[in-house]
């Protein structure tokens, strides 16, 4: 999950679709790599949960992504109930934020999937850092989140040219922020029938 920009609401829809997929039955991580501005951990009460081993660690603890990528033997996920878990992030320096390129943190997080129907990814703006084009690589795919009357055209340009750059696929695209009078308008839309002589 990226926007182009910071803002548009991305780790909201995150939250939002992790719910809906756990809704439906499947058992879902959310890994917050959004390590400049994190903010999972806001949507989500963290305190007095159970923390769960995640594939390859020895012993549950609380813990952030960045420590679990350090020490994978402590790699745990927040059990926030009714089949979501959460590895949560901390702001880390600029210098620190370059580990997300590295294959071992690539390795880490591939690894994390294991045991868990749907793994979304918070990752950092498209056009601020690298970070989204990185963790894109080794998922199915990017879903881009769009502020309605903000994001410009250009700005999905450049994001959709990266990933082509990146060979990382566009899964799809959220227009998020739509106020309750521009949603009504889409009510009056009226589709016409096409018929068919058999």
């Not at 780790?11 to 400049?36: E, M, P, Q």
């Not at 901390?90 to 997080?109: K, M, N, P, W, Y």
């Not at 690894?111 to 690298?130: K, N």
Request: proline content about 4%; hydrophobic content about 40%.
């Amino acid at each position: 999950m990226t926007s182009a920009r910071p803002g548009e609401g991305k780790s909201t829809v995150a939250a939002a679709a992790a719910a809906s997929f756990a809704a439906a039955g499947s058992r879902v991580l959310i890994v917050d790599v959004d390590i400049h501005r994190p903010s999972q951990h806001e949507f989500w009460s963290l305190g007095g949960r159970s923390w769960v081993p995640l594939a390859g660690a020895m012993h549950p603890t609380p813990c952030t992504v960045m420590q679990a990528a350090n020490n994978p033997s402590i790699a745990s996920a927040a059990d926030l109930g009714g089949g979501v878990f959460l590895l949560p992030a901390a702001q880390t320096s600029r210098r620190e934020a370059g580990v997300i390129s590295s294959r071992h943190f690539l390795d880490q997080l591939q690894r994390w999937q294991e045991g868990f129907d749907v793994v979304i990814y918070d990752t950092a703006p498209a056009l601020s850092v690298a970070d989204a084009m990185v963790v894109g690589g080794i998922t199915e795919g990017l879903v881009l989140v769009v502020e309605q009357g903000k994001t410009s055209v250009r700005e999905v340009e450049r994001v959709t040219q990266s990933m082509q750059a990146a060979h990382v696929h566009l899964l799809g695209v959220v227009l998020n922020k739509i106020t309750r009078r521009e949603s009504e308008g889409y009510s009056s839309y009226s589709y016409g029938k096409a018929y068919t002589r058999s």
